[in-house]
């Protein structure tokens, strides 16, 4: 435990060669300063500070919050959503404490694809200013970080030879079935990792120290020192030859957006692209999928023990011949809330939706029956005591008991009808857009006001991608997708903005004028100021962020590395 208080400098070198710091009990003066300032210990900020390290780097990490959830400092993420329908509350799915959202996430890890780092002139703003092979090196690394296993999303290579198709005879045109997704432990970064960062002596991790200022030099192109301060309110100031923030992609554009003093529309804010472009996914669940042919749609063991899955992926052809964004979708059982589906695992889950924690509870709405769909449900796990049972032990042994935790439930449909669960690219969109608020938190800083929109194309994407699976399903011969094609725009919002996906709000870019970050990820116009992390992302692809975003990370600590060098 830290001591109540720091009576000298000798007890402040004693105590700091502990390497992991509780803020409230430094004083200014205590911390000489380092290298590397790296602001926020999730996924993205523990793998850089970590590979800096390791390098010879001395780095200090600054997480705004303790080593547990702490509800008056979760609070700090509290502010407005302009339709609460499109966009779940801010202080959900993020978590300010040591191992930021990764404590909570659920692991599904996949890289872009190649066509998504390119300028699509169906797609405004696309492209990235770094291509695939800039990210290539980084990727087996960022795997072995996340614990994904083996970089190798191909079926064919990273699966047994005797896995079962995930549809027998399927053969599309548009859609592919090779390629997979991986799955994480999931990984809490903060638990995984902190003996790794406490037994470096050239790191330092202060915790409860939230940044409130990035203080500018005069000239405002370069950070001159970090102001900090406790839950306590306790002060502490910092003065750091490089800074990164890895804070995630709304509490980067809260940070930069807050600092004013220099820069008057927030740092490196000159055309008034930060927190614009704030992009998500779009997901949803439609339609009903017969397959007449075999089908497979669990979950795969690869030979490194990492669960896999097969999902259908939109060819990048089919993408360039329609003109839309990035697509992939998954064998889904029938909505768990509607007892119609005959399943008793199901009707378990949703009796026992109280156990689920609250974030995921969304896809656990009441069906609208009130009792009689309540007593539906019970009928349902009446009717299936075994399935039930089995269900129940493997949720105790493999989902809460296990390492390495099974993903997801899979249920197969007792009348063989699958719905589609599909992700979407969001396409950049300058008015969907973070900015601040009149209100302030506990420590005086404004409060985030998020204005998400989803654009025509968008819908657009989902359309257009739906009526091409259902030809490659019809011409394979292997069954029918039917939907309502009316109904697509409302499925894919029924749940807003993927939860947890912030993506774009600091773009990455090569002209100042449509973005914040250059291809090194530092902020234009500041010789020492960078953002890591999905903020950075200038599209949003079909893929789950947090790979690239460590991916980035990893790239951006090799470019400091050989900074921190050539100054020494």
């Not at 490196?268 to 992009?279: A, C, E, I, S, T």
């Not at 008793?344 to 156990?355: D, P, T």
């Not at 007792?414 to 396409?427: N, S, T």
Request: glycine fraction near 10%; proline fraction near 6%; include cysteine.
């Amino acid at each position: 435990m830290p001591p109540a208080a720091l009576t000298s400098s000798e007890e402040a070198s004693r105590y700091l060669a502990a390497v992991i710091v509780d803020a409230n009990s430094l004083n200014d003066g205590d911390l000489p300063p380092d290298e590397v300032c790296v602001i926020g210990a999730g996924a993205v900020g523990i793998a850089l500070a970590l590979t800096l390290a390791e390098a010879g780097v001395h780095v200090t990490v600054v997480e705004a919050g303790g080593e547990r959830r702490d509800e008056a400092v979760q609070d700090a993420y509290r502010g407005t959503v302009a339709d609460p329908d499109l966009h779940s509350p801010l202080h959900d799915y993020r978590e300010r404490r040591l191992g930021g959202t990764s404590t909570i996430w659920g692991g599904r890890c996949m890289p872009l694809d190649p066509i998504d780092f390119t300028a699509r002139d169906w797609i405004a703003e696309s492209g990235w200013p770094i291509g695939p092979e800039a990210l290539a090196p980084y990727y087996p690394a960022a795997n072995r970080w996340c614990e994904a296993g083996r970089f190798d999303y191909d079926a064919a290579s990273a699966l047994p030879a005797d896995a079962q198709p995930m549809i027998a005879g399927f053969d599309g045109a548009a859609f592919g079935t090779d390629r997979l997704e991986r799955f994480s432990c999931p990984t809490d970064f903060g638990r995984r990792y902190r003996q790794r960062l406490a037994a470096l002596p050239n790191v330092r991790l202060l915790l409860d120290a939230a940044v409130t200022a990035i203080r500018l030099d005069p000239a405002g192109v370069r950070v001159a020192g970090l102001s900090l301060r406790t839950k306590a309110g306790h002060p502490l100031e910092l003065a750091p030859r490089q800074v990164v923030l890895c804070a995630g992609g709304l509490e980067s554009a809260r940070l930069l957006l807050a600092n004013r003093d220099v820069h008057p529309q927030g740092i490196g804010n000159h055309h008034d692209v930060l927190g614009r472009y704030y992009m998500s996914h779009l997901a949803g669940t439609i339609g009903t999928l017969r397959i007449t042919a075999p089908v497979w749609h669990g979950y795969d063991l690869a030979d490194d023990g990492t669960y896999c899955r097969r999902r259908l992926a939109l060819r990048e052809e089919a993408q360039v011949a329609h003109r839309i964004g990035n697509f992939v979708a998954r064998l889904h059982h029938p909505r768990i809330a509607d007892p119609r589906h005959g399943a008793g695992q199901l009707s378990a889950l949703y009796l026992g939706r109280a156990l689920v924690p609250r974030i995921y509870r969304a896809r656990l709405t009441d069906d609208g029956e009130g009792g009689a769909g309540y007593a539906r449900h019970i009928g349902n796990v009446l009717r299936q005591p075994g399935a039930v049972a089995r269900f129940a032990r493997d949720t105790l042994t493999k989902r809460w008991l296990a390492e390495r935790k099974y993903p997801s439930v899979v249920a197969t449909p007792v009348d063989g009808a699958y719905m589609l669960d599909f992700h979407a690219e969001q396409e950049p969109c300058r008015d969907s857009r973070v900015t601040l608020s009149d209100e302030r938190d506990a420590l005086g800083m404004p409060r985030l006001a998020v204005d998400w929109r989803y654009t025509r194309g968008d819908v657009r994407t989902v359309e257009v991608a739906l009526q091409l699976l259902a030809e490659d399903v019809r011409h394979s011969g292997c069954g029918t997708f039917d939907y309502d094609p009316e109904q697509v725009e409302r499925e894919m919002t029924r749940y807003g903005a993927y939860p947890g996906h912030h993506i774009g709000t600091v773009r990455m870019g090569k002209d100042p004028r449509h973005s914040m970050v250059d291809a090194e990820c530092r902020v234009h116009g500041l010789a020492n100021l960078h953002v890591a992390g999905a903020a950075v992302f200038p599209t949003s692809s079909q893929a789950n962020p947090t790979l690239t975003a460590v991916a980035l990370a990893l790239r951006l600590a090799d470019r400091l590395i050989e900074t921190t060098r050539k100054a020494a």
